[in-house]
């Protein structure tokens, strides 16, 4: 038998994402259940309910929780944290490169990866240089990927997948949804979805 | 030495305040913290950020997700669910009665026991006969309690409780508030804010 998924879907822009992104495999394999890296855009999805930015410059006062309480997770949980300026940072080619290396094995680690040197050490990750950094520690080639990475046919497949999420109801990252059709979002919901997944399979 | 104390912020209007004043005070005595129940109201705060209602009703995919994950968090914490109608109810009675019942010392299980009527029984907490009836199990007389409620001095009182929270950059309900000015949102944050108090005061 084949053990229960979950797909695991996030944006590089999305701060909650960095802590999620960093907890969400361990637990996977803790609870017995298989993850999928589902990288998306929120841009869009955003944009359908009227926001042309992230709900944390909209809104100051949460923004300003936002940041304090992702310092307090990220140090709670040993994790190396730093702002990016500015925020959110542009995340469609980290994204359309991650998609390349899902499929060839290494875009897992790249997302880790990309996460840490955003909100670690709160570089700008919509510089193609910053991303063939992160590549080229993983022993791939940038330059190759970088031009698959904006090839049509790997634009679109990003887009297909915002409006999967969208369709599946994902309004916010990270989000996790199961088989059977449960959303769970949030960084703080890690656990009762993967305990769900493997109740509900 | 005096235990550490935490103010737990809380609109009866609000769905996770629910939970959050459910668990707080066992959560709270176990942790050896005095938390202090201080209901306002979330209106006039939404307002200076342009909601005119809920923000689960002015985003439907947030909405949709609050009703389901509150369902799931009640059957987790063995709570009763039922959804009121119409959401948001108007919480200023009920936040008026509850001052004067903190003041009397029977304000906290009259907050636990409105709770319960409103998204426990989907009762509708704006009807002053229902919050009668609250007080009657208690073993309070309405009549009396009611008009006290609704006298200028206690109107003011929950006005200043408002104006309070929001100076300290309450934004949402329900928020743990710390003596060294921590600010922990959400009911998914109690148990952080508890931790807080204790080491930090």
């Known amino acids: 038998m084949s053990p229960p998924t979950i797909d695991f879907w996030f944006d590089f822009a999305s701060t909650y994402s960095y802590p999620a992104a960093m907890r969400v495999r361990p637990l996977a394999d803790e609870a017995g259940v298989a993850v999928r890296f589902r990288p998306f855009l929120l841009g869009p999805i955003f944009k359908t309910q009227g926001w042309t930015t ?3 410059n909209l809104f ?9 309480d992702l310092e307090r997770i990220c140090s709670d949980e040993g994790l190396p944290f730093r702002q990016p300026s500015p925020f959110p940072q542009n995340s469609v080619l980290a994204a359309r490169v991650a998609l390349v290396g899902l499929k060839e094995g290494w875009g897992e680690q790249f997302c880790l990866d990309v996460f840490r040197t955003e909100f670690g050490q709160g570089r700008s990750i919509d510089d193609a240089s910053v991303l063939a950094d992160v590549l080229s520690h993983l022993s791939v080639a940038p330059e190759p990927t970088l031009a698959a990475a904006i090839s049509d046919d790997n634009k679109l497949k990003l887009r297909a997948q915002t409006e999967q999420a969208q369709q599946l109801g994902v309004f916010g990252a990270p989000t996790l949804t199961t088989a059977d059709g449960e959303l769970f979002w949030g960084n703080d919901r890690l656990e009762r979805a993967l305990l769900w997944a493997r109740q509900n399979s």
């Open 54 to 56: 992230s709900p944390f």
């Open 60 to 68: 100051p006062a949460k923004g300003q929780n936002m940041w304090r």
